[in-house]
């Protein structure tokens, strides 16, 4: 508990979860980032790599915090790809 309570971590998960839960966050971000730049084929290319694996650890992932991120981040995701490239 002690520990659970330094990690910032108090709900009963562990920093694994934390740190998947970060990792699936970051996505969307990184789609935009090469949104920015303007070339959708690379967005494209990006996107289906990670949407697959998204999709994927919503199905193996049995923390609720964590398959909470992990539908935000695709939602995100989705959203991020479709936008405008250059934006």
Not at 9 to 34: M, Q
Request: charged share 25%; hydrophobic share 45%; proline share 2%.
């Amino acid at each position: 508990m002690l520990l659970r309570r330094l990690l910032g971590n108090e709900n009963g998960g562990t920093c694994h979860d934390d740190l998947r839960a970060c990792a699936v966050a970051v996505i969307p971000g990184l789609i935009d980032s090469v949104n920015a730049t303007g070339d959708k084929a690379k967005v494209s290319a990006m996107f289906n790599f990670t949407i697959q694996r998204l999709f994927q650890a919503l199905s193996e992932e049995q923390e609720m915090d964590v398959v909470k991120t992990i539908a935000q981040s695709i939602k995100e995701t989705i959203l991020a790809a479709c936008r405008p490239a250059g934006k």
